[in-house]
């Protein structure tokens, strides 16, 4: 749905109809102080990092080959001796990269409380761009587009100011050359090696047209965080009938009628509760952020050893 309510009073960080670059360099303060990455090395389902900058390429040890490892990897000597496939792990990178994937669906452009879900999009991605920076990692950002370049990996508060920069860009309107979320899972499965961290902004319907089998490779090579965007009123909607404006028409809606109202749940409860119920089990961490919450409630989610759901 693309129809858009009228909007509650401006707060002080913007019209929270559109996001402002201003708005989004001060929620540095948000994300927090600057803190070390974990010692350690990479492993099947861990990040293992170096709080040192530069690429480390010291092998640390071999294991069974799984599904969406880097065949160049594979150590042929434990594989000729087992007769299994084996593949090398080498000491992980030792500058993170944080990589955050932002849905463009024409359905996040829409708000009734505090500002549109498109906006709370653009400031948790800002979040967790500052996430990054606190954190030493390199950042870019991506969008489903078959056009437009990924912004690409880079470190410090530059790396942080160019990824605001797009997120301020792409959250303004919806972008006339959207491809879908798929189109931008598969171009950040192009930029992703083992142990980086992926944050994905999406309409909770767009992660539902993701194929579920996507999921547990993402997993389990990287640290994955969904946040599914909604608003107050698709999730308590009130019985009542509502007036919307769609393409300059007035459309009215039944909510107080049993079937416009269940049709109303399958559009936007099914998906959240759906997303809830099965990433969780496929290793991504989930949360569901209203465009009326804080936009760094989320942060809880970085750095867990289990997915948690929220």
Do not use: C, N
């Not at 997120?167 to 303004?172: K, Q």
């Amino acid at each position: 749905m693309t129809m858009q309510l009228s909007h509650s009073t401006p707060g002080p960080e913007g019209d929270g109809i559109v996001p402002r670059l201003s708005e989004l360099v001060a929620l540095r303060a948000a994300a927090g102080g600057r803190r070390h990455a974990p010692k350690g090395r990479f492993g099947v389902s861990g990040h293992a990092l170096s709080p040192l900058r530069g690429r480390g390429m010291e092998y640390a040890e071999s294991r069974e080959y799984s599904i969406g490892d880097d065949a160049r990897h594979i150590d042929w000597r434990l594989t000729a001796r087992t007769g299994r496939a084996h593949t090398k792990l080498f000491q992980a990178e030792r500058e993170r990269l944080s990589l955050i994937v932002a849905d463009t669906a024409a359905s996040l452009y829409f708000g009734t409380r505090v500002r549109f879900k498109s906006v709370q999009a653009a400031r948790a991605g800002a979040v967790a761009a500052w996430a990054a920076v606190r954190d030493g990692d390199r950042i870019a950002a991506l969008r489903g587009s078959l056009r437009e370049a990924p912004v690409t990996p880079a470190g410090g508060a530059r790396g942080a100011l160019r990824v605001l920069d797009a997120l301020v860009r792409w959250y303004a309107q919806p972008p006339a050359d959207d491809a879908g979320l798929e189109v931008a899972l598969d171009h950040a499965a192009r930029l992703l090696r083992p142990g980086s961290r992926l944050v994905l902004l999406a309409d909770p319907r767009s992660i539902a047209a993701v194929p579920p089998q996507r999921w547990p490779g993402l997993a389990q090579h990287h640290e994955v965080i969904v946040l599914l965007l909604s608003d107050p009123l698709e999730m308590r909607p009130p019985k009542a009938m509502l007036p919307f404006s769609s393409g300059g028409h007035r459309v009215e809606v039944d909510l107080a009628a049993p079937t416009p109202r269940q049709r109303w749940r399958e559009e936007f409860s099914a998906p959240i509760e759906e997303a809830l119920q099965r990433l969780p089990a496929r290793g991504v961490r989930v949360q569901v952020l209203s465009s009326s919450d804080d936009s760094e409630s989320w942060l809880p989610l970085l750095g867990r050893s289990r997915p948690l759901v929220a």
